[in-house]
């Protein structure tokens, strides 16, 4: 049973700060292109962030870069997602998910494995 598990999410206020957290399960993840992707009601499922193998390549979309930061632990098999500065339209439920060759990071086909989702709200 290979399975990603998100937690983290939760109500804040605009201008707070979320740590998302996803753990892997049932196979090592060391090898992948992690990604975090985020999707609104009735809205297409966007990228938000990815990682790189060792972690030391990170990839942001232009609406989070500066405010997010996304990291991994390979010993652990998580990643994790760091939002500072939230914004109302960050709002969203947020889906991570494991892409086997690194390729197109931003296109949610390239990849094989996505958790559950954990909703993410920013409202006053």
């Known amino acids: 049973q290979v399975q990603l598990v998100e937690s983290g999410g939760g109500l804040v206020q605009p201008g707070g700060s979320l740590r998302l957290s996803c753990a892997a399960f049932?196979?090592?993840?060391?090898?992948?292109?992690m990604g975090w992707f985020r999707q609104a009601p009735g809205k297409e499922r966007v990228f938000v962030a990815g990682i790189g193998w060792s972690g030391g390549s990170t990839y942001y979309a232009d609406s989070v870069k500066g405010r997010f930061t996304i990291s991994r632990d390979n010993a652990k098999n998580t990643v994790y997602l760091e939002m500072n500065g939230l914004k109302v339209e960050d709002t969203a439920v947020y889906y991570c998910a494991a892409n086997p060759d690194g390729k197109a990071v931003a296109a949610p086909w390239e990849y094989d494995y996505w958790g559950q989702g954990t909703q993410v709200t920013v409202s006053s």
């Open positions: 049932g196979r090592s993840f060391s090898g992948y292109l």
